[in-house]
């Protein structure tokens, strides 16, 4: 006898693993992670009749889980900055030299230097690759206001990168 597997369960597996990583660059604390997703993917359960479209599923819940960790862990401080290590494994793999390393270790910086709003909007974009009205949806923020906040992102990070801020820091 096979066992009766749900598509909804196919669902839920098939993006534990994406959500869990994304929520990782915007915390960097495993145990945080762990609980945030967790609570995410209960809730998205119970509200998995409120999605819209199926692909966005993995790009829903990890909203959900930055939401949880908004809500309930920033209170307490816990959020971390990212980490060399976590860097690494999002990066190009290429030889292992030395300006590989300083690669790595100015986006760390990088990413540090973003606010919370920031992260999650360029986690949303460029990891789940999502469209601009996509991002809107998920936020309930307008889609202008999702293109401002990009830009004026984009503008951060060229004005870091130009003045040497990244590599001063």
């Known amino acids: 006898m096979g066992t009766k597997v749900s598509a909804e ?11 869990f990583k994304a929520v990782y660059l915007y915390c960097c604390s495993y145990n945080i992670t762990e609980d945030a997703v967790q609570e995410a993917f209960l ?3 119970k509200n998995i009749h409120k999605l819209r479209k199926k692909e966005s599923f993995a ?3 990890t909203s959900i889980a930055i939401n949880v960790i908004r809500s309930e862990f920033n209170k307490k401080n ?3 900055q990212i980490t060399l290590e976590l860097v690494e494994n999002q990066l190009p793999n290429r030889n292992s030299d030395f ?6 270790d100015a986006v760390q910086r990088l990413l540090n230097s973003l606010n919370e709003t920031e992260r999650e909007t360029l ?14 949806e998920l936020t309930n923020i307008s889609a202008a206001g999702i293109k401002s906040r990009l830009f004026r992102v984009k503008q951060k990070v060229r004005t870091k990168y130009q003045r040497g801020v990244l590599a001063d820091e």
Request: aromatic share 12%.
């Open 123 to 136: 986690i949303l974009r460029y990891m789940f690759d999502l469209s601009v009205e996509e991002i809107a």
């Open 59 to 61: 790009a829903w819940v």
């Open 9 to 19: 369960q196919v669902l839920f597996e098939s993006n534990y693993a994406r959500v």
């Open 43 to 45: 809730r998205a359960h």
């Open 99 to 104: 300006e590989v390393v300083e690669h790595k």
């Open 78 to 80: 816990n959020v971390s």
